[in-house]
């Protein structure tokens, strides 16, 4: 079984700053992908970033990027330039090849911006 | 993008009636999913919908609780049955196109049973 654990509950940050997330996990599996998902207040689940486990290069989408040591198991999630419109839950998710996609959530990460 | 559609968004239900939440895309997709999100909590998978035939369900998730049908590729309903108050949560939907990856999530319905 896979379990994923974002061991901060909530973290706050300034408009402008930049914030860093921590997920890590525990797999036997070799084939896998990673994600970040975002929950803000109107419950609606987006993808913010991927990442296959057999690229080397960690995954960026405009402000987000994610550090990804997979000898650590271990998969961030850092916010740069942060803006009101992020605050919001963010997930962190797993998915093995050998599981048809189905993905393991961690707790999630409460993450306010402040003006 | 594709878009998916949930219904109802949210519905106050009492104990011991079901309610069916549908779930529907504008393109066909490969799988689709339906996960639980209980009050302040993560995501739980209950069961991989599959088209044409009987869900795939989670442990701790049965199928006489939340039977779901799949009738083809881009519709599914799962269904709450014989509700009690730890039935309130948020129920989602998800999809994987084909030859992907990536989960979308549909908005959600959130349930409340009183």
């Known amino acids: 079984a896979q379990t994923v654990t974002q061991s901060q509950p909530e973290m706050s940050v300034q408009e402008a700053e930049t914030v860093t997330l921590s997920c890590t996990y525990d797999?036997?599996?070799?084939?896998?992908?990673l994600f970040w998902y975002k929950q803000p207040p109107s419950r609606q689940m987006i993808l913010v970033i991927r990442q296959e486990a057999y690229k080397q290069q960690n995954a960026t989408e405009n402000r987000f990027s994610v550090n990804f040591q997979k000898a650590a198991k271990s998969f961030s999630l850092k916010i740069s330039d942060s803006q009101l419109g992020d605050t919001a839950m963010y997930f962190c998710?797993?998915?093995?090849?050998?599981?048809?996609?189905?993905?393991?959530f961690g707790a999630g990460t409460t993450v306010t911006v402040r003006a | 993008s594709a878009v998916i559609s949930q219904k109802p968004s949210r519905d106050i239900c009492q104990r011991g009636t079901s309610l069916t939440i549908q779930c529907q895309v504008d393109s066909q997709v490969t799988m689709m999913f339906w996960y639980r999100q209980q009050p302040g909590q993560s995501l739980t998978l209950i069961a991989t919908?599959?088209?044409?035939?009987?869900?795939?369900?989670e442990s701790g998730f049965v199928i006489d609780k939340f039977p779901i049908s799949r009738p083809n590729l881009t519709f599914s309903t799962l269904t709450v049955s014989n509700m009690s108050p730890e039935d309130s949560s948020i129920y989602l939907c998800?999809?994987?196109?084909?030859?992907?990856?990536?989960?979308?999530f549909g908005p959600g319905t959130r349930l409340t049973v009183t």
């Open positions: 797999t036997s599996e070799s084939n896998y992908y």
């Open positions: 998800s999809v994987v196109w084909w030859a992907g990856y990536e989960q979308y």
């Open positions: 919908a599959n088209q044409g035939s009987e869900a795939t369900y």
């Open positions: 998710a797993f998915a093995p090849l050998s599981n048809d996609y189905k993905l393991s």
